[in-house]
């Protein structure tokens, strides 16, 4: 069930790069790929082993729930399977489903708002009723997976994590003419700059559409920037690298006033959307990447940048510490100080930053796209061999 094939962020990235590795992988048996509009075709026309359908429908509620059931049932499927949490309730096949995160439970602050508070009680009542119904349960981070047992009941035996992993092409770049052309295609700082990666949609159940998601935590990481700067200037430190926030949206609603009351808006630039392939180029210009996310069920950012030779801070909370492990500075994300502290020192000290590099070069070389879509494929064939 691909109709989030094309979406631009962490999700998307997940089932194309996911998608491209199992089709690699695996020649024997036959691909069905649903989409829901007929854009998204022709991604997978060369592959002999891939048949795209194309299956209308806006609603997604109707296109999960009757559409697919009834072309699943046409094809006369072994097994059907979605990375986007949601899955036919009534299928004649058995089915395989992806968690893509638990914050209905634990982030309810999340959610504001008409919308938002519909959002997390739809997804309260119909997420443990997908767990229950499919015959496996796919995490993307072991910390996951702890927390749909937590908060949900599902049975450990069900799980099984499928991590994500950073594209080959993630690795330092160096050539002049590549740096050259996407700093200037993005107005980036000539200087080494600290990195976010954010998402830039607003908070759900806001009408005004300005509001930041508070999920990347960008308002306590401007706080701890612009204190950084306040302890640079009292101890006349070498220049402050710029802080760079990019992420879809983020220029529309990050305005000059919301920066200014934490730090100066001349030093901090908002590119906005990125293209994937310049991501390797942007990471390997990074002084580090600010990553103090307060929910994520992976992080593909912290694999990206540590491929890409760039040091990492990253939260202590949910899966950041599992994907990080022992490559980068943890931090509670609601310290203010303590944040600034660590950027502060992985700006000045030069040697503690090579460290993380070769540490983040060897943690990212642990996750692998194959692994995941070996994993993926033997979970497949364990649902199609199960009973109907």
């Known amino acids: 069930m691909l109709r989030a094939i094309d979406d631009v962020d962490g999700q998307g990235i997940y089932i ?34 891939v048949r795209e359908v194309v299956v209308p429908g806006r609603s997604k509620l109707f296109w999960d729930q009757v559409l697919v059931p009834l072309a699943a049932r046409r094809e006369r499927l ?153 302890h640079a200037a009292r101890s006349a430190t070498r220049a402050v690298p710029p802080l760079v926030i990019l992420g879809l949206g983020i220029a529309e609603r990050l305005t000059p006033d919301m920066i200014s009351e934490h730090a100066d808006p001349a030093s901090v630039h908002t590119p906005g959307f990125v293209e994937f392939g310049d991501m390797p180029a ?16 992976f992080g593909i950012p912290i694999v990206e940048a540590m491929a890409c030779g760039c040091p990492v801070v990253t939260a202590t909370t949910s899966a950041c510490p599992e994907i990080a492990g022992d490559a980068a500075l943890l931090v509670d994300p609601d310290d203010v100080e303590g944040l600034a502290t660590a950027m502060q020192r992985i700006s000045f000290d030069d040697e503690l930053a090579e460290e993380f590099r070769q540490k983040g070069f060897r943690r990212a070389a642990s996750f692998s796209w194959a692994q995941s879509a070996r994993t993926l494929l033997e979970e497949l064939r364990r649902a199609a061999a199960g009973e109907r």
């Open 16 to 49: 194309r790069k996911l998608c491209d590795a199992l089709f690699d992988l695996d020649t024997r048996n036959q691909y069905i790929a649903f989409y829901n509009s007929e854009r998204q075709a022709g991604r997978y026309r060369n592959r002999g082993n």
């Open 78 to 230: 072994d097994v059907l399977f979605h990375h986007k949490f949601s899955i036919p309730l009534l299928s004649l096949s058995p089915v395989v489903v992806q968690q893509r995160g638990t914050e209905y439970w634990s982030h309810p602050e999340f959610y504001v708002g008409w919308s938002g508070q519909m959002d997390r009680i739809y997804s309260r009542i119909m997420i443990p009723l997908y767990c229950k119904r499919a015959v496996r349960v796919l995490t993307n981070s072991d910390t996951l997976g702890e927390e749909l047992i937590r908060h949900i009941g599902v049975p450990r035996s069900k799980l099984r994590t499928v991590y994500a992993s950073a594209d080959d092409s993630f690795h330092p770049i160096s050539e002049p003419e590549v740096l050259t052309r996407v700093r200037a295609r993005y107005s980036l700082p000539s200087a080494p700059f600290l990195l976010m990666v954010v998402k830039g949609h607003q908070v759900l159940g806001q009408a005004s559409g300005k509001e930041l998601t508070p999920r990347k935590n960008v308002a306590v990481a401007l706080q701890a920037y612009g204190r950084m700067r306040e």
């Open 282 to 297: 942007v990471y390997s210009m990074a002084r580090a990447l600010v990553f103090p996310s307060r929910y994520e069920s």
